[in-house]
C-alpha cells in the first residue's frame, strides 16, 4: 500500500529537525499510517531511508490559540539522531551550503528534495533524491554508455565515465569496481 503524499525540498529543518506535514496532506497521512492525533499528542514512528529503518516521533503541536487556529502536524527528531546523520549523509551538497551560511535552501531550483511515502502502520519512507548533477551532466557529455566513440584515443575518459558510473550519492565509488569496469571496456 505504498502512497506518495508530498515531496519536500532539502532545508535546514529537514537536516536538523524533522518536518512540517503540508496541511493538504496532514489528514491523509495520519489515517493511512493509523494514527490519531489532538492537538498536543505525539506518537512515535518508523521512518525508512534506503535500506534502513530509524525512529521518528510524529506531533500534533500545540500552539495556543492566539498563536494559531490552524493544526500543524509534524515530524520530529533530533539533529544528533540517527535518521538525522543519514540525511545529513545522503544531502551532503546541501548540507555544505547550509553550514556555508549562503542560505537555508540550495539554490538552484529542485536539486535535491524528499518524497514522502505511506508504506505501513506507523511507518513513512523517504525516498532522497541528491543532487548528481556533475554526474548526469558528465556522462550526458561522453554519450552512450556502451560506446566511446571519437574518444578512442583517451584513457582518462574511460577511466572518469567507469568512475561517474559507479559513483553512489555521497560520490564514492569502489577502486576495484572502477578498475574491474576500466578493464572490462577494453577487453570488449
Do not use: H, W
Amino acid at each position: 500500500m505504498k502512497a506518495l503524499l508530498f515531496e519536500k525540498r532539502v532545508d535546514q529543518s529537514l537536516l536538523k529537525s524533522g518536518l512540517t506535514i503540508p496541511k493538504s496532506v496532514q489528514n491523509t497521512l495520519l489515517d493511512v499510517i493509523g494514527i490519531r492525533l489532538s492537538k498536543g499528542e505525539k506518537e512515535s514512528i518508523q521512518v525508512v531511508v534506503g535500506e534502513n529503518k530509524y525512529e521518528a516521533i510524529i506531533t500534533n503541536v500545540n500552539f495556543r490559540e492566539s498563536v494559531t487556529d490552524r493544526e500543524v502536524v509534524q515530524i520530529r527528531y533530533s539533529e544528533g539522531s540517527a535518521i538525522c546523520q543519514e540525511l545529513k549523509r545522503v544531502f551532503l551538497k546541501s548540507m555544505q551550503y547550509i553550514a556555508s551560511g549562503q542560505g537555508n535552501i540550495l539554490s538552484t531550483e529542485g536539486k535535491e528534495y524528499v518524497e514522502v511515502y505511506a508504506i505501513g502502520e506507523k511507518t513513512l519512507e523517504f525516498k532522497c533524491y541528491p543532487d548528481n548533477s556533475v554526474k548526469k551532466e558528465f556522462l550526458k557529455y561522453i554519450g552512450n554508455k556502451d560506446s566511446l566513440a571519437g574518444y578512442s584515443r583517451s584513457y582518462k575518459l574511460v577511466l572518469y565515465k567507469d568512475f561517474f558510473s559507479l559513483m553512489d550519492d555521497s560520490g564514492s565509488a569502489s577502486g576495484y569496481k572502477v578498475a574491474e569496469a576500466f578493464r572490462n571496456f577494453y577487453v570488449d
